[in-house]
Nanobody
Framework: QVQLVESEGGSVQAGGSLRLSCVVSGYPLSTYSRAWFRQAPGKEREGVAFITSNGRTNYADSVKGRFTISQDNAKNTLLLQMNSLKPEDTAMYYC????????????????????WGQGTQVTVSS
């Protein structure tokens, strides 16, 4: 059974940093794509950062240079380091996974990812 369990988010002031983690268990394949999405109230869920089993990463323009996605393979944990946070980064953050390599042109499509964590709140105050 696939499970994605996110760490607790948090509240920070603008300019601060947070690190999110997501423990992935029950994933049977060595080929996969994993991602972080976020959803602010009244807005669509949007892709933030992506990583694949062959090491490819990609980021939304809004977070490039500030967020870093990585993996701790020994612990089967997906990480998201968020620096220079802005109030507009406030949202519920979700980790997601797919048991295949999602095409580059479709990385930001939430429907490419069948497995999701429960979500964790990140709040950035000005």
């Amino acid at each position: 059974q696939v499970q994605l369990v996110e760490s607790e988010g948090g509240s920070v002031q603008a300019g601060g940093s947070l690190r999110l983690s997501c423990v992935v268990s029950g994933y049977p394949l060595s080929t996969y794509s994993r991602a972080w999405f976020r959803q602010a109230p009244g807005k669509e869920r949007e892709g933030v950062a992506f990583i694949t089993s062959n090491g490819r990463t990609n980021y939304a323009d809004s977070v490039k240079g500030r967020f870093t996605i990585s993996q701790d393979n020994a612990k089967n944990t997906l990480l998201l380091q968020m620096n220079s946070l802005k109030p507009e980064d406030t949202a519920m953050y979700y980790c997601a996974a797919a048991p295949r390599l999602v095409p580059e042109w479709s990385l930001f499509n939430r429907y490419q990812y069948p497995d999701w964590g429960q979500g964790t709140q990140v709040t950035v105050s000005s």
